[in-house]
């Protein structure tokens, strides 16, 4: 029983979708998972167990931010041997060809945050990344459901609000499609502990055109993401 989640040693599959919002977590398992049963409800971090097509997966609350993300992905990993992770959440959009309601799969992820210059004395950049077999299953299984995935690099900051927005434009101009707030810190704690972990998210905002979605769209949209990633997270022998 970690400190964090609290869950009993079996309640929590080696497969587990981590969306940052804990209501998500619950809206997921209510209505794609059979079976559900609620394993955690420590410091309000919801996390649910059940079935997708006959297999089971789970799915957690990670927070917002990089520090409550490498939280629960640590704990996951090495108190409830969770092998897989796939982080699904909203991200706001840099590409001027991406659009609200489009799906990106981030095959590596910028930051701005100081955690991993950390882990490396300041001495080395560290570069997380995707694990190749999810994010290439991910993109099969996107092109099988006719949803358009987009792939490239992401951006974790670490502040919500910016007082340089400027930035976003250079990382725009070097091919990074979005921001978000946790993948940097999931990939790399995945590679730590040999799991595997991907990052799919919806474009909710497109920061460089000031637009947003409506919550109709969101549902829409969200739904298309959580499909690919439960098909994908499944098909992880």
């Not at 725009?172 to 707030?181: H, I, Q």
């Not at 590679?191 to 000031?210: C, E, F, M, N, P």
Request: glycine fraction near 10%; aromatic fraction near 8%; include cysteine.
């Amino acid at each position: 029983m970690s400190v964090h989640i609290g869950a009993k040693p079996g309640e929590i599959a080696e497969r587990v979708l981590l969306p940052g919002d804990p209501m998500r977590a619950k809206w997921i398992a209510e209505t794609f998972l059979e079976d559900a049963v609620c394993y955690t409800q420590v410091r309000g971090m919801l996390g649910f167990t059940g079935t997708w097509r006959g297999q089971r997966v789970s799915v957690q609350g990670s927070g917002m931010g990089m520090p409550s993300a490498s939280i629960y992905t640590h704990e996951l990993i090495n108190e409830y041997g969770v092998r897989s992770v796939i982080r699904i959440g909203s991200c706001g959009a840099l590409a001027l060809d991406l659009n609200l309601g489009d799906v990106v799969a981030a095959i590596g992820s910028a930051t701005d945050s100081n955690m991993n210059r950390a882990r490396f004395d300041g001495l080395i950049d560290y570069a997380p990344v995707a694990d190749f077999g999810l994010l290439r299953t991910a993109v099969d299984t996107a092109a099988a459901q006719g949803v358009p995935m987009r792939v490239g690099p992401i951006l974790a900051a670490d502040a919500f609000y910016t007082d340089r927005p400027d930035l976003y434009d250079a990382l725009a101009l070097y091919g990074v499609l979005a921001v978000e707030m946790e993948s940097a810190a999931i990939y790399t704690v995945a590679a730590r502990y040999g799991a595997k972990a991907l990052t799919i998210l919806t474009v909710s905002d497109h920061i460089k055109r000031g637009e947003a979605m409506e919550s109709a769209q969101r549902e829409q949209g969200f739904s298309n993401m959580v499909k690919i990633g439960l098909d994908t997270i499944i098909a992880d022998a």
